[in-house]
Structures are given as C-alpha cells and as structure tokens.
T-cell receptor, first 111, second 114 residues
C-alpha cells in the first residue's frame, strides 16, 4: 500500500509560470515532510521541508503547503526556470527514522 | 556534489550471485541510510545505521544485509540475487539520527541482474 502518492507522473510548464507539484498521504502520524529534486544520473537533492505543525514554508522560489485535514502536500515553484526540470519526490517521516517516498513527478519547464 | 560517494556506479551480475555495494558518507556524518529504487517506483527505505549500529529497518529482504564500519563507511550486501533485485540503490547520510536533519544522497549504484 502506497502511503505517499504522487498521482501525476509528469508535468510540463512554461518558463516563468508557476509549477505546482502535488502529493497525497494516508498516514496521519507523519510529522515531517520533504521535497527532493533528482536530476538524471544523480542522487536526490533536498529541496525544502515542512513540519506537521506548520502549513506553509518558503525558501526563495519554492513554497511547500501542507493541508493536514486533506492529507495533501504541494510544492509551488515560482517562477519556473528550465533548470528546474527534474524529477521531484515528496517524502514523509513517521515517528521513527523511517522515510517514505512517493514515486516522483517529472517536471519539464519549457523555454 | 553531495559529498556522499558510492561504488561501483554500475554492476551487472547473474541470478543467484552475491554483490556488495559500498557507501562513504559525508565527512562528519554519522548516519547512513540505504534506499532501493526500482523501475517506476519511489525510493524504498531499506535500513539505517548510526555510528556503527543498526537504528531502523524498512522493507529490507532477508537476503540483504548491511553494516557500518568504524570508519563510518557502509556496505550493503545482496545475496541470492533475483531478476527483481535489479534497481538503483542509493545511500544517504546525515549528521545525526533524529530524522529531522537533511539526508544527503550519493549518486547511486545501478544493479542489473541477468
């Protein structure tokens, strides 16, 4: 059973516009959420995180929103740049040291 | 460059064989995590070590084992390999083991079992 789901395998966005990547989870015990970016032939790179006690966290062009009642997480990238083209993974942490990752969304930013 | 190194980059082997994947964490990091990414799958957490001791276990098969050595490098041993073990194996490291810190990932080892 996939506890963290990224239902959109891919997304294309024009350069300069907003990219919105979504993630749904099923376990209300998750207390920390992260987004990772992955380029081909490289390992995932940490992007931004949010604790379950917050509903928003910003870092430059990247903002993560958490809707606990809907068990939904989203990553907004504004403005999108061609260098943002990558696979984005959301991940959730349980009360232990265990992280559960989604299957990823491939973002393509068109110049 | 995350500072985490993994060797080898690629590995091709046959069913029934045994392989060892190696990971060197970032300087100063005490925690090492192992993940498996199969085709079209997310990263599956396998196991975590902290300062030489096993700290958490995920979906790791009994045919797989890992250890972390005194110099903090880690090895993941995969035995009696099956076709379905073909995947990307990532290692990540972090400073502590609270789970709240950032994990830094290596470039991965691509394993192909024929």
């Amino acid at each position: 059973d996939q506890q963290v789901k990224q239902n959109s395998p891919s997304l294309s966005v024009q350069e300069g516009r907003i990219s919105i990547l979504n993630c749904d989870y099923t376990n209300s015990m998750f207390d920390y959420f992260l987004w990772y970016k992955k380029y081909p032939a490289e390992g995932p790179t940490f992007l931004i995180s949010i604790s379950s006690i917050k509903d928003k966290n910003e870092d430059g062009r990247f903002t993560v929103f958490l809707n606990k009642s809907a068990k939904h997480l989203s990553l907004h990238i504004v403005p999108s740049q061609p260098g943002d083209s990558a696979v984005y993974f959301c991940a959730a942490k349980t009360g232990t040291y265990k992280y559960i990752f989604g299957t990823g969304t491939r973002l393509k930013v068109l110049a | 460059d995350s500072g985490v190194t993994q060797t080898p980059k690629h590995l091709i082997t046959a069913t029934g064989q045994r392989v060892t994947l190696r990971c060197s964490p970032r300087s100063g990091d005490l925690s090492v995590y192992w993940y498996q990414q199969s085709l079209d799958q997310g990263l599956q957490f396998l196991i975590q070590y902290y300062n030489g001791e096993e700290r958490a276990k995920g979906n790791i098969l009994e045919r797989f084992s890992a250890q972390q050595f005194p110099d903090l490098h880690s090895e993941l041993n995969l035995s009696s390999l099956e076709l379905g073990d073909s995947a990307l194996y990532f290692c990540a490291s972090s400073v502590q083991s609270t789970g709240w810190e950032t994990q830094y990932f290596g470039p991965g080892t691509r394993l192909l079992v024929l």
